[in-house]
């Protein structure tokens, strides 16, 4: 059975920093293109960022451009979302999703294989 599991959520200040793991078990992250998505309390899950497959072209949700950064370790079939410079409105649940198309469009639609959520939390 494909699993995505991700790690690493927490309580931070504001102007802190985490970094998010995807790790996947039954399926080869690399051979799909992945993306992190969030939803805070009231709001629809939007696409943070997102990976393709191959040359790792990025994206970007402009309000994370220049602070979040994504990334592959396929030697650990994980995938990582560093996140710098946290805002309160960075605070929601962060969920990893793993799909084809993604590398299309960083939309939720895409997204055919999700992980659980990882809640996020910038207060001080």
């Known amino acids: 059975q494909v699993q995505l599991v991700e790690s690493g959520g927490g309580l931070v200040q504001p102007g802190g920093s985490l970094r998010l793991s995807c790790a996947a078990s039954e399926i080869t992250l690399d051979d799909y293109a992945i993306g992190w998505f969030r939803q805070a309390p009231g709001k629809e899950r939007e696409g943070v960022s997102c990976?393709?497959?191959?040359?790792?072209?990025?994206y970007y949700a402009d309000s994370v451009k220049g602070r979040f950064t994504i990334s592959r370790d396929n030697a650990k079939n994980t995938v990582y979302l560093q996140m710098n410079s946290l805002k309160p409105e960075d605070t929601a649940v962060y969920y990893c999703?793993?799909?084809?198309?993604?590398?299309?469009?960083?939309?939720?639609?895409?997204?055919?294989?999700w992980g659980q959520g990882t809640q996020v939390t910038v207060s001080s």
């Open positions: 990976i393709s497959r191959g040359d790792g072209g990025t």
């Open positions: 999703a793993a799909g084809l198309a993604l590398e299309f469009k960083c939309v939720e639609a895409f997204g055919y294989y």
